[in-house]
């Protein structure tokens, strides 16, 4: 079975900071990973997927993310917050990148303040 | 890119009656669509697979008579909660498969039981 697993709640940056948005995912096959951003009342938006064609994957709005075997991890940054990066992100992982269903972090909080 | 579109974006019902919210893929056919649930700070939980002419596949602890899915085209899945209560109030998100395999997130639907 696969899990991702999203390391804090909660994460409040300075405008201007580095944002780091951790994720450890779970699977016994190679997985495929994505960060989605949420904001209130929202649908999903893609930012990055990890297919496997590179480990450091670059996403929309300035993200990136590595992907990182040993360390089954696949956090997401951002060299410097924009207040409107503020909203909810999440991690999730598919089996395959045919389009299954996929499995959601809970989620993490980006706060920014000025 | 991919447009999912949900409708209605708010519904408001009394306890007992019944409410169909929709997900249309607008610029693509959909043979599969997936339904999610979200609750207020958490992360989105699987509750169906949705096939297009064929009966949905629940996940595990969905109530497949209270939450009846229909995928009568490739462009439309409903949801519909049947006999809603308080306890049904939340924030479902579709999201329709494209060509390419890719997911793509309706906007949700706020749905609140009085």
């Known amino acids: 079975a696969q899990s991702v697993t999203q390391l804090g709640s909660h994460v409040s940056v300075s405008e201007g900071a580095l944002v780091l948005l951790r994720c450890n995912y779970s699977?016994?096959?190679?997985?495929?990973l994505f960060w989605y951003v949420q904001y209130p009342n929202q649908g999903l938006q893609l930012l990055l997927k990890?297919?496997?064609?590179?480990?450091l994957v670059k996403g929309i709005n300035g993200f990136e993310a590595e992907f990182k075997k040993s360390e089954t991890s696949f956090h997401l940054t951002k060299p410097s917050a924009h207040m409107s990066d503020a909203a909810e992100y999440f991690c999730?992982?598919?089996?395959?990148?045919?389009?299954?269903?996929?499995?959601f972090g809970k989620g993490t909080t980006l706060s920014v303040s000025s | 890119g991919a447009v999912v579109s949900q409708h209605p974006s708010w519904v408001i019902c009394k306890s007992g009656t019944s409410v169909k919210i929709e997900c249309r893929s607008l610029?693509?056919?959909?043979?599969?669509m997936f339904w999610y649930r979200q609750f207020p700070k958490q992360s989105l939980m699987l509750m169906a697979t949705?096939?297009?002419?064929?009966?949905?596949?629940?996940e595990q602890g969905v109530e497949k008579d209270k939450f009846l899915i229909n995928h009568a085209s490739l462009t439309l899945s409903t949801l519909t909660v049947t006999s809603a209560h308080p306890e049904d109030s939340s924030f479902y998100i579709c999201?329709?498969?494209?060509?390419?395999?890719?997911?793509?997130f309706g906007e949700g639907s706020r749905l609140t039981v009085l």
């Open positions: 610029d693509f056919q959909a043979t599969t």
């Open positions: 999201s329709a498969r494209g060509g390419t395999g890719e997911l793509f």
């Open positions: 949705s096939n297009e002419g064929s009966k949905a596949t629940y």
């Open positions: 699977s016994s096959v190679p997985p495929y």
């Open positions: 999730a992982v598919s089996p395959n990148q045919a389009g299954t269903a996929l499995i």
């Open positions: 990890y297919t496997s064609a590179a480990t």
